[in-house]
């Protein structure tokens, strides 16, 4: 992980060209996942069987690099399947598109429709556009920060219940097959189905987040995604009144793996003091 | 549980207006879920803090009731609201109507989108007509034995993966939170995200089914549904070429409470292998 800083300033016009280029991009990306969705995929393994790359995730970062490149050649980039590069791990104050080209692969891969190209822009390392595109449901989740979030053009707005015993949680399990990973995500499993009035669990960490801001669930929380898994989906939820924290209940650090996301602080406050917090590293 | 017997006979045009029907009830009863989803719900508990009934689950049952009633006076009918009265649990010969207003009852009061109508008819024992109706997600799921199995219309094929390992599972935690149960479901989890490729909980049995007889995802299993949840649904997964067992690996008794979908024998057999079987009684 590595902060580096230089203040940028943007006017309103260039954000919103900038929101314009990525509802564009998305667009595309969206297309790409749509042709792709039905067709057997050559797949594969990254960390685990669990952790899956396809040539469609790969296809999607570099023709999305290669617009962003074009039209902002000042601008940073990091992307999903660029990590092998460390370079673009470096979070500055520059305008950043954080990028994840398929959120959900494994659904990708198993022909199931939770999943969506999410698109984060950062700036002074405070995100300022969300754009989560699910092609296979055709929801379209946006958000601008101070400008609310929507989807498919409907304004969002996060449930507002405060008792985790009427709360539904999306989770996910997450890919490391670590034998005391797992294990500290099952005893957060059954602590949860023992609080809650349920669990989801949907195989898109973006996806999840944005639910949490459609009303869709009261809470979210995963450890060990990435940056681009949930820069998105965090304005998305604050946009709609949602709080995004990291799961101890401190500030949310975008390059630390881990994330919770709840419709109100009460929820946020009942997941955190329940949760065991997993440390799976930092980007 | 009480089976008894007398053997009936239908003709292909009975049948076909059967499952005409079903189709209309069907809409129907998805029309007053969907008017009623995103209004503020009346709750009450059942068993637990996690087992719902709604005005809307009763309302809907009663209308379907008496449409059937009115259509087909001498057929029998089993709906979840109606489970306090012992004398409709029979299963006998005779046409059997057996409803779910609400699966997903749940996601239904927290405005999540998986919720569905479920119907299916047994004759004989054996069921003849599935229609699973999800109104939020406009999906019509339906089933004539040896007629093939179809999503709005599109004809359904489960997945041809033989190998756990590359097998998405969905599961179900349940609305028991009875220690003991919680316990054993939890192993079976832990045990699935060991050896499968990802699990996904979705909150709706009858949905589950049907998304494993679409070919998203592998297999499903639940210990303590009902014969509502799973007989619509069971016929839609075998048309699709799915099997539907008791998840012992043996045959499935629609009053026992628990199933086993997998999209092939040999993912069956591995389920069956691995999981804990829970007992959680008759209906």
């Not at 601008?75 to 959120?103: A, N, V």
């Not at 198993?110 to 995100?127: A, D, R, W, Y």
């Not at 999306?170 to 669990?199: C, P, Q, V, W």
């Not at 990435?226 to 949602?242: M, N, P, Q």
């Given at each position: ?26 667009k595309?990306?969206?297309?790409v996942?749509?042709?792709a ?23 999607i ?16 980039f ?5 990590t092998?590069d ?8 520059d305008?950043?598109?954080?990028i994840?080209?398929i ?5 990708f ?11 984060g ?17 055709e929801?379209?989740?946006?958000a ?11 304004k ?8 985790l015993?009427k709360a ?12 005391k ?15 809650a009035?349920?669990?989801r669990?949907?195989?898109s ?7 949490v801001?459609a009303?869709r669930g009261?809470?979210?929380f ?5 940056i ?13 009144g949602a709080?995004?924290?990291?799961p101890s ?6 390059l ?12 946020a ?15």
């Amino acid at each position: 992980m590595v902060i580096t800083s230089s203040n940028s300033q943007l006017t309103e016009q260039e954000l919103e060209d900038m929101f314009n280029t990525a509802l564009q991009v998305a667009k595309e990306a969206g297309n790409v996942i749509r042709d792709a969705f039905y067709k057997e995929k050559k797949v594969d393994t990254k960390m685990s069987a669990a952790d899956l790359v396809t040539e469609t995730d790969q296809a999607i970062e570099k023709m999305v690099e290669s617009m962003i490149v074009k039209k902002y050649p000042t601008h940073r980039f990091i992307g999903e399947e660029s990590t092998k590069d460390h370079e673009k791990h470096k979070l500055t104050d520059d305008p950043t598109w954080i990028i994840d080209p398929i959120d959900g692969t494994t659904n990708f891969v198993n022909h199931i429709p939770e999943v969506c190209f999410s698109l984060g822009i950062m700036v002074n390392k405070k995100t300022v556009i969300g754009v989560v595109y699910a092609p296979i449901k055709e929801e379209l989740f946006t958000a601008r920060l101070g400008k609310g979030s929507f989807l498919n053009g409907r304004k969002l707005q996060a449930s507002k219940i405060t008792d985790l015993k009427k709360a539904v949680i999306l989770f996910e399990g997450g890919a490391s097959r670590d034998a005391k990973i797992l294990e500290d995500k099952m005893a957060n499993t059954h602590s949860l189905y023992t609080h809650a009035r349920g669990m989801r669990s949907y195989g898109s960490g973006a996806l999840s987040i944005c639910n949490v801001a459609a009303g869709r669930g009261q809470g979210f929380f995963e450890y060990g995604l990435h940056i681009w898994d949930f820069t998105a989906g965090g304005l998305i939820a604050t946009e709609a009144g949602a709080v995004v924290l990291d799961p101890s209940g401190g500030e949310l650090n975008p390059l630390h793996r881990r994330v919770l996301c709840a419709c109100t602080q009460e929820v946020a406050h009942s997941l955190s003091q329940l949760l065991v917090h997993i440390d799976m590293g930092w980007d």
